[in-house]
């Protein structure tokens, strides 16, 4: 299930950090503890896992802000004025309901960024989207990067070091399909019966683009690398519906892998 939320900001010209996702997910959990302390719980220090697997799921995804007249300075971004719309995503009933119902405890006034420099914002509206029918081949565009990593071994050193798969590297619709396999297990709490899946980047895209399609995102002191672009997916609907609702590739928690479809 898919939420729509509309923001206007109070004040016009008070900057934001250009890396504002740590703050966006902390609103979010703080929006589900005031609806369940228990399930906030569970979900920040546990998350949905696999049977033996010290690694949970999250289960959600969200967009970037997404408005109208924006201004980027340096590492600051400014909203100018609304309306301003956010998209949060998941798969869990559970979730979203602890979500629309912490959001009305809250009331309809946010705060954003750090704590000395919050920027407010008024909640206009919060609306639940209609489902999409999906299809073997189905087109999207990113509301916010997607990424996918492998761990690699530090030649010489005793240590690993993260690698975030390029669209074009070897792996890595194999990478995307196999997070979504594990999304659905957990999901449904079965196997998929049909595990077909890739993923193709617009290449005319990429192409004007020069090749930069990538977006490097700070989040609490950590770079994560995500790329931003059209792509096709074709597959088993099953699983490109996972992807829709819990954000394909990595990291849906922290801002990535929501998409839209292009119609």
Request: proline share 5%; charged share 25%.
């Amino acid at each position: 299930m898919r939420v729509r939320i509309t923001l206007f900001p109070t004040i016009t010209r008070i900057p934001l950090p250009l890396n504002y996702n740590y703050f966006l997910t902390s609103l979010i959990y703080s929006f589900i503890e005031s609806s369940s302390k228990d399930y906030s719980k569970f979900l920040h220090h546990k998350g949905y896992r696999l049977g033996g697997s010290k690694k949970g799921f999250k289960l959600f995804t969200y967009s970037m802000l997404i408005g109208e007249a924006i201004s980027i300075k340096s590492d600051k971004i400014i909203f100018e004025k609304g309306p301003i719309h956010w998209f949060l995503s998941s798969p869990m009933r559970d979730f979203i309901q602890h979500l629309i119902t912490g959001i009305f405890f809250e009331g309809n006034e946010i705060k954003i960024g750090p704590t000395d420099k919050e920027v407010p914002f008024i909640i206009e509206q919060v609306e639940t989207l209609p489902r999409l029918e999906f299809k073997e081949t189905m087109r999207f565009t990113c509301l916010s990067p997607i990424t996918v990593s492998k761990v690699n071994s530090l030649s010489g050193l005793n240590g690993l070091k993260c690698h975030y798969l390029r669209p074009w590297e070897e792996g890595f619709s194999e990478a995307i399909r196999d997070n979504l396999i594990k999304k659905y297990k957990l999901v449904y709490e079965k196997d998929i019966h049909s595990p077909d899946f890739k993923i193709a980047i617009d290449t005319e895209y990429m192409s004007k683009r020069s090749g930069k399609i990538t977006k490097k995102i700070n989040f609490k002191g950590t770079d994560i690398i995500g790329f931003i672009a059209p792509f096709e997916v074709r597959g088993n609907p099953e699983l490109i519906e996972i992807g829709y609702e819990a954000g394909f590739g990595e990291k849906g928690s922290m801002g990535f892998g929501m998409v839209k479809e292009v119609v």
